[in-house]
């Protein structure tokens, strides 16, 4: 096939993280990243790990960034979160000096780490509170110049092409969420043309 060049994110890298809330707690779109990285680069062995956990907003992801971040040691961590800070209206203020904690904590490790803009929501009156959340993202990212992943733009875009990518409750993945996580991180690598070898498999 193409020769894909590895982007500098994954040089040394083996073993890759998610952290987050429920758009990554069982989802399967680490699997399809570390599975399609995987096809791209043969004999890189990249490894999964899932730390993410449903209903967790930053202030959680920080209090258990120890026992399931620092001590998997990790090459990579993706981190997508806020979802549940606007859910919960909780104050965007708050949630940025947290956001700032958990990565001063991810500085300290030996891991490099990308940030992911969550998908999009259906519902409205929370819908029109996420940018307020989206904006500490994008404005932590630039502060720590760290890659930013924006599966937001692409969640919106293929809602409007008319994709399934939410499920009933406008919050959680639909059928075609959990691929469009997937591309978004990978498009996020600049592996947009990987997308070929992108592999629709759990492991077993």
Same mark, same amino acid.
């Given at each position: 096939g193409d020769n894909v060049k590895r982007p500098a994110i %994954?040089? !040394?890298v083996k073993r890759i993280l998610f952290y987050g809330d429920s758009l990554t707690d069982g989802s399967s779109y680490p699997d399809y990243v570390v599975n399609s990285l995987n096809a791209a680069f043969p004999g890189a062995n990249f490894e999964m790990e899932n730390s993410a956990k449903c209903g967790d907003r930053v202030g !959680? &992801? &920080?209090e258990r960034f120890d026992a399931d971040v620092a001590a998997k040691k990790p090459d990579l961590v993706f981190i997508c979160i806020t979802t549940n800070d606007c859910w919960q209206k909780y104050a965007p203020e708050k949630t940025k000096a947290e956001f700032l904690e958990l990565v001063?904590? %991810?500085?300290? &490790?030996?891991?490099?780490?990308? &940030?992911?803009?969550?998908s999009c929501i *259906?519902?409205?009156?929370?819908? *029109?509170?996420?940018? !307020?959340?989206?904006?500490?993202? #994008?404005?932590?990212a630039k502060q720590e110049n760290c890659p930013l992943i924006d599966a937001f733009a692409l969640f919106t875009k293929w809602k409007a092409e008319g994709k399934e990518v939410l499920g009933s409750d406008g919050i959680h993945h639909g059928k075609d969420g959990f691929e469009c996580m997937g591309r978004?991180?990978? #498009?996020g690598l600049g592996l947009a043309g990987a997308a070929r070898g992108f592999v629709f498999r759990r492991r077993l």
């Open positions: %994954l040089e !040394n !959680n &992801l &920080l001063a904590k %991810l500085k300290v &490790l030996p891991a490099k780490f990308a &940030l992911i803009r969550p *259906g519902n409205e009156e929370l819908a *029109g509170r996420f940018p !307020n959340y989206l904006a500490i993202i #994008d404005e932590i978004a991180v990978l #498009d």
